[in-house]
């Protein structure tokens, strides 16, 4: 069974940072590009960085360019987020997700874990 | 503020049809392929069509997707009171820098 697990949330105050972290498990970790995904308490869901299957690409939204960093290690089939700077705007629960490209170019985000809650208050 | 556009509820009977509409540009629907993903009350969403029109294995086929144009649209046929959940578009944009983009999410209401 395809299965992702994050951890590492938690309360933090502003300007701090934190380290979120997704194992995988049930499948070929090395294959496919992960993602985070974001919603924010009531909220709609916002993408936040994605890495490809061999850390050659990666992208981060506009809102967390040059505070947060996607990575992933592949011997311990995990993906991680490192956030710093952190604002109350980034309160939010933290989900990663599989990434699948098509040949064709087409992608998609499936599964996704169960997330991971950060809450940036004083 | 999403670049992709879908009203915020939609609502029918149960067995009736329901459409949700998810507006774009040539910047992201236009020249991309579009997913659709369903979030039921306090879960994690669920991928429900990719590559505009496909079903995952598992997905009834209740559900079906198109595009044309700068536009997707997911619709759900013999409308049940399981698919009460919140309803996301999604695609690729390159408007200003290579981001993925959710739409504005739809509740669907079964009446």
């Known amino acids: 069974e395809v299965q992702l697990v994050e951890s590492g949330g938690g309360l933090v105050q502003p300007g701090g940072s934190l380290r979120l972290s997704c194992a995988a498990s049930g499948f070929t970790f090395t294959n496919f590009g992960m993602s985070w995904i974001r919603q924010a308490p009531g909220k709609g869901l916002e993408w936040v960085s994605y890495?490809?299957?061999?850390?050659?690409?990666?992208y981060h939204a506009d809102s967390v360019k040059g505070r947060f960093t996607i990575s992933r290690d592949s011997a311990k089939n995990s993906l991680y987020l490192q956030m710093n700077s952190l604002r109350a705007e980034d309160t939010a629960l933290y989900y990663c997700?599989?990434?699948?490209?098509?040949?064709?170019?087409?992608?998609?985000?499936?599964?996704w874990g169960q997330g991971t809650l950060v809450t940036v208050s004083s | 503020q999403s670049v992709l556009t879908q009203p915020p509820s939609v609502s029918a009977a149960p067995g009736q049809k329901v459409t949700i509409s998810c507006s774009g540009s040539?910047?992201?629907?236009?020249?991309?392929?579009v997913s659709w993903y369903q979030q039921l009350p306090g879960t994690a969403p669920k991928l429900l069509i990719y590559?505009?029109?496909k079903r995952p294995s598992g997905i009834p086929d209740r559900f079906s997707g198109s595009k044309s144009g700068t536009s997707a649209t997911l619709g759900i046929t013999g409308l049940q009171t399981g698919d009460e959940a919140e309803y996301y578009c999604?695609?690729?944009?390159?408007?200003?820098?290579?981001?993925?983009?959710f739409g504005t999410g739809t509740q669907v209401t079964v009446l």
């Open positions: 997700a599989r990434a699948t490209t098509d040949t064709g170019g087409g992608s998609w985000f499936a599964p």
């Open positions: 040539s910047f992201n629907i236009g020249n991309n392929y």
């Open positions: 590559d505009n029109n």
């Open positions: 890495i490809s299957s061999n850390n050659s690409t990666m």
């Open positions: 999604g695609t690729w944009d390159s408007s200003l820098s290579v981001r993925f983009v």
